[in-house]
């Protein structure tokens, strides 16, 4: 390498050398299946070594590091990044992409491990450095290359939910009039902090539908992570084995428990008394009660429960979710004994009626913590006047959430923000976004519900709030 003075330019000097490029592009089906995604999809897609973890952006056949075979393993990545390196070309020539001077940064992209090299404009040349966010801007007309991503540009700046919580006085309680036990009608408490939970597995989403649903105990972390650094004060856990089944095993659901606190610790961990199909009501309970979380689900309803395509009305899973008056009674009562607060589950106008008639034996303790769902086939699907009238069905001290699965999502999540209640998100209940888009996991989604609440002008509540609006200590 040997510098020189530029004439002209007597205060700088050109220093000549190579910028290593730590990547290579792959032509065939490889090279083919990541320009045309960028090209008909507007997205960047990277492959994942199923051995190593690591994700390689632009996509290759093998692992570099064990050599295995990669070349089908696609998974989407971010189109944002940061800056690692740069060059400033400061001459012209009938190859290059742009006429100089410009930028050339090696940008990482957020969900891949290895970086490459791109252009970057929208911002002057003494304003570019290593650290920097960036985000993708994709071309107007197609070039069939990697032109098709036109340029970076710096990403815009968002303050963090976190940030923003941290500017506002915490929410309190107010001791409010005796009602008689009637639910207090009228305008809804738009500065009652909302509570936004992800689901983030379910028993039933698996990595051949959308790969970033997490099967092992350090995915479920990581993705809880994720998904309260995005706003989420609680997640809701199905637990998995390895190869994605559901399981009832104690010392799986603990490990997930547990690597998720240790990621986290201060987020809500709801787990599932559903657990999955074919469970016994015992290998259902007995891990609650093992674990004792601060929260854990209670179904109310016995129903019909699958899957169902739901243009032709074809079922391809089909059985009765049993959820017995002593079941929901027994599981009320163990979950109040020790310790776990029910959030009870209600399908339909029904269940609810069948968790208060129960409740007349005193097991519930305020505030009850009711979550509506919408939906499931077998289940109702989400009509507005439906929710006003499940929401005017409940006890004057009780909160309510919504979650609903597919194209019902963001409607009643919606919904319930407007009329003072909280919402839940996540792959257990759609992977999608509401531009048809897949999900990059439920972190994505969880955003989509602070922007709700953000335009709402409703505050996302932290932990701290979220445990002292369910009436629940930290663990």
């Avoid at 445990?467 to 930290?474: C, F, H, T, V």
Wanted: aromatic fraction near 8%.
């Amino acid at each position: 390498m040997t510098t020189k003075q530029m004439k002209g330019f007597e205060d700088s000097y050109v220093v000549e050398g190579r910028m290593a490029l730590p990547y290579t592009y792959f032509a065939g089906r490889v090279g083919s299946k990541f320009i045309t995604t960028i090209r008909d999809q507007k997205k960047i897609m990277g492959v994942k070594c199923p051995t190593c973890n690591v994700v390689y952006l632009p996509p290759r056949q093998v692992c570099d590091k064990d050599f295995t075979d990669i070349r089908d393993k696609w998974v989407d990545v971010s189109n944002t990044g940061t800056v690692s390196n740069f060059t400033v070309v400061r001459y012209d020539d009938k190859h290059l992409p742009r006429k100089a001077p410009f930028v050339l940064a090696l940008i990482k992209l957020d969900g891949a491990d290895t970086p490459f090299m791109h252009i970057l404009e929208e911002c002057e040349i003494v304003e570019v450095k290593i650290g920097m966010k960036v985000e993708a801007v994709f071309a107007k007309e197609t070039t069939n290359t990697i032109l098709d991503i036109d340029h970076f540009k710096p990403a815009a700046e968002r303050i963090s939910v976190h940030e923003i919580n941290a500017t506002r006085k915490q929410w309190v309680p107010v001791d409010e009039p005796d009602t008689q036990g009637k639910r207090k009608g009228g305008k809804p408490d738009m500065s009652k902090p909302v509570i936004i939970t992800a689901a983030l597995s379910g028993a039933a989403t698996m990595k051949n539908q959308i790969s970033s649903v997490p099967y092992t105990p350090a995915e479920f972390a990581e993705e809880a992570y994720k998904c309260w650094k995005a706003g989420a004060a609680m997640v809701h856990v199905h637990a998995r084995e390895d190869a994605g089944m559901a399981t009832h095993e104690h010392a799986r659901i603990k490990a997930t428990y547990d690597a998720i606190k240790d990621k986290c610790p201060d987020i809500i961990i709801c787990l599932t008394s559903a657990v999955g199909m074919g469970k016994t009501a015992e290998q259902r309970l007995s891990q609650i009660v093992a674990i004792k979380p601060e929260v854990a689900s209670l179904n109310t309803n016995s129903m019909n429960f699958g899957i169902v395509d739901r243009k032709t009305g074809k079922v391809f899973i089909d059985y009765v979710f049993e959820n017995t008056f002593t079941m929901v009674q027994d599981f009320g009562k163990a979950m109040e004994e020790n310790g776990v607060k029910p959030e009870i589950e209600c399908y339909d106008m029904g269940g609810l009626d069948n968790a208060m008639l129960i409740g007349r034996q005193g097991i519930f303790t305020d505030p009850m913590n009711f979550n509506f769902v919408w939906g499931v086939a077998g289940g109702q699907a989400f009509r507005a006047e439906s929710f006003i009238a499940m929401m005017n069905a409940l006890p004057a001290k009780a909160n309510f959430t919504t979650c609903g699965v597919g194209t019902d999502q963001f409607p009643c999540i919606m919904q319930s923000c407007i009329l003072g209640g909280h919402m839940r998100v996540g792959l257990e209940d759609n992977i999608k976004m509401p531009n048809g888009d897949l999900a990059k996991g439920s972190y994505e989604q969880v955003e989509v519900a602070v922007a709700i609440a953000n335009n709402l002008g409703r505050p996302v509540a932290t932990t701290d709030e979220a445990r002292l609006i369910m009436g629940i200590k930290k663990r």
